[in-house]
C-alpha cells in the first residue's frame, strides 16, 4: 500500500530535491524557493496518497511509524523551510518593512492553518505536522529574543515582540490542539465500543426471551 501511495511522487520528490541543493548552494535565491515549493507539492503527493491507502488497508499505528512517518516529518519540515525561504526571498528584494512584516504574520497563519487541518480535518489525524510546526516556531520565537542587526535595523522592537510572541502562540496552540484531538478520538473509541456492547447485550436479552424460545419450539 505505500507504494500504490507514494507512486511516481517520489521520483519528484528527488528531483527537485537534488536541483535545489544546486541552486540553493550557488546562491540562486528566488529560484531555490520555487524548487523548494516544488519539493513541497511532491512530497505533498506522498503524504496524501499513502494515507488513503493506509487507512484503505486499515494499517496500525506501529506501521505509520514505519512506512508513513518518514514522509510525513519530511513534508512539515520542507513545509516550514519553505516559509522561511519565502522570507528570505522576500528580504533579498528588498522589499518595504510592511511587506515583510505583513509576509511573516501571513506564514505564521497558514503554519496554524496547516496544523489544525491535519488534525481535524482526516480521519485520523496527522500529529507529526503540528508536531514539527511547534518545533519550528519556539525556533523562531528564541531566533527573535536576539534578533540580527538587519533585523532590529529594520524594526522597532515592539514589531519584533509582536512577532515573537505570535510564534509562541502558535507554537504553544499546536500541542494544544493535539490533547483536544486525542480527547476527541479516545471519547470517540469509547463512546463506539460502549454502544457495540449494547447491542449485543441486546440481542442477547432478545435471543433468551419466552417469545423466541416459543417460536424455535414452534
Not at 463512546?191 to 456492547?197: F, G, L, R, S
Request: net charge neutral.
Amino acid at each position: 500500500y505505500v507504494q500504490k501511495g507514494v507512486a511516481y511522487w517520489y521520483i519528484g520528490v528527488c528531483a527537485t530535491q537534488i536541483g535545489w541543493t544546486f541552486l540553493f548552494t550557488f546562491d540562486f535565491i528566488w529560484q531555490s524557493l520555487l524548487l523548494m515549493s516544488l519539493v513541497l507539492v511532491t512530497l505533498a503527493g506522498c503524504v496524501v496518497g499513502s494515507y488513503y491507502q493506509y487507512v484503505a488497508a486499515k494499517k496500525t499505528f506501529l506501521e505509520y511509524w514505519f512506512f508513513l512517518f518518514p514522509f510525513a516529518i519530511h513534508f512539515a519540515w520542507i513545509l516550514c523551510a519553505t516559509l522561511v525561504n519565502t522570507n528570505v526571498v522576500v528580504v533579498w528584494a528588498t522589499a518595504s518593512a510592511v511587506t515583510q512584516i505583513t509576509v511573516a504574520i501571513c506564514s505564521l497563519a497558514l503554519l496554524h492553518a496547516c496544523g489544525v487541518w491535519a488534525l481535524f480535518v482526516p480521519d485520523r489525524p496527522n500529529y507529526t505536522v503540528p508536531v514539527v510546526i511547534s518545533w519550528a516556531t519556539i525556533a523562531v520565537y528564541f531566533e527573535l529574543d536576539n534578533p540580527s542587526a538587519l533585523i532590529s535595523g529594520t524594526f522597532d522592537t515592539t514589531t519584533i515582540l509582536s512577532i515573537q510572541y505570535s510564534a509562541l502562540v502558535v507554537c504553544l496552540l499546536m500541542p494544544l490542539f493535539i490533547f483536544i484531538r486525542l480527547s476527541v478520538s479516545l471519547y470517540s473509541k469509547c463512546a463506539t465500543k460502549k454502544i457495540d456492547a449494547m447491542h449485543v447485550n441486546a440481542e442477547g436479552e432478545l435471543e433468551s426471551s419466552p417469545s423466541v424460545e416459543i417460536y424455535r419450539a414452534v
